[in-house]
C-alpha cells in the first residue's frame, strides 16, 4: 500500500474508533441508569414490605 492509502486507512480507522467508543460509552451510560433504576424499585418495595410488616406487628400486639 502506499502512504497516501495507509494514511487514508488509518483516518477511515480512527474514525470507526471513535463511533464505537461513543456507542459503548452510551451503552455503559444505559447500563447505569437502568442498574441504579433497578435498585430504587428494590429499595421502594422493600420500604413498602418493611411498613406492611410492622404494620402486622402492630396489628398483632394490639390485638
Known amino acids: 500500500m502506499t502512504p497516501v492509502r495507509l494514511d487514508r486507512a488509518r483516518t477511515t480507522t480512527e474514525k470507526t474508533n471513535d463511533r464505537i467508543r461513543t456507542r459503548v460509552k452510551s451503552?455503559?451510560?444505559?447500563?447505569?441508569?437502568?442498574?441504579?433504576?433497578?435498585?430504587?424499585?428494590?429499595?421502594?418495595?422493600s420500604r413498602k414490605k418493611l411498613n406492611r410488616t410492622i404494620e402486622q406487628a402492630d396489628d398483632l400486639y394490639l390485638a
Open 27 to 45: 451503552l455503559r451510560d444505559a447500563i447505569d441508569k437502568a442498574k441504579i433504576s433497578h435498585e430504587r424499585q428494590r429499595l421502594f418495595d
